[in-house]
């Protein structure tokens, strides 16, 4: 199984402000809810579920098989797992080829640590925040990339596909 991380990020690697806002672009949205209607499932941490729930944002994006990463029991109905391999067993048993992660910068960080992403794809939004969460939240992280493509989605944005080599 394939294990893409997708997330957008102004240029200085902010994933969302400080309040957690995410200011992105419609052509960004737009190119997201294609990549999670074609995985068909979403893997996320519990305070991206939270601020998604909030936003009301799963029928938006084709209400995807949705695993949440915490150490606690988000109530009936949610299915959550104790940590990122637990998350992509789960998805493996469900016959998955692929596993998408899509934050936020604490889950980026787990998933990288655990050398468990094959392949970034990272949307750079024309913009620049001066405080806010980082795209990986630790600093304790030493990855290597191939770059695989690029694409612009939008006169204003353009989105890096790389490799993760391990
Ligand atoms: N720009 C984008 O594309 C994008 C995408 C997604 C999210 N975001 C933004 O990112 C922000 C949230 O990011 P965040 O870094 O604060 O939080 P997060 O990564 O969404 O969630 C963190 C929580 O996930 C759980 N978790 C993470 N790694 C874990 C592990 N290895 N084992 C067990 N549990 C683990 C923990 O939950 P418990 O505390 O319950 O144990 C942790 O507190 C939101 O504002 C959201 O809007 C932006």
């Given at each position: ?15 969302a ?10 052509e ?5 809810s ?6 068909r ?18 029928s ?23 940590s990122p ?18 934050g ?23 913009l ?39």
């Amino acid at each position: 199984m394939k294990v893409i991380l997708y997330m957008a990020a102004t240029v200085n690697g902010y994933i969302a402000r400080e309040d957690g806002e995410t200011p992105w672009s419609k052509e960004e949205w737009q190119n997201f809810s294609k990549m999670v209607k074609s995985a068909r499932n979403l893997v996320i941490g519990r305070k991206t579920y939270e601020a998604m729930k909030e936003n009301d944002e799963f029928s938006k994006i084709g209400n995807p098989f949705m695993v949440i990463v915490s150490s606690k029991s988000l109530g009936p109905g949610v299915t959550t797992v104790g940590s990122p391999k637990e998350a992509l067993r789960m998805l493996k048993k469900e016959k998955y080829e692929t596993a998408l992660v899509a934050g936020g910068g604490k889950l980026n960080s787990s998933f990288l640590k655990e050398k468990l992403v094959d392949e970034i794809y990272l949307d750079i939004e024309p913009l620049i925040f001066g405080k806010g969460i980082r795209l990986f939240s630790e600093d304790d992280l030493d990855a290597k990339l191939e770059l695989l493509g690029t694409k612009s989605i939008s006169q204003n944005t353009v989105q890096l596909h790389y490799a993760v080599l391990k």
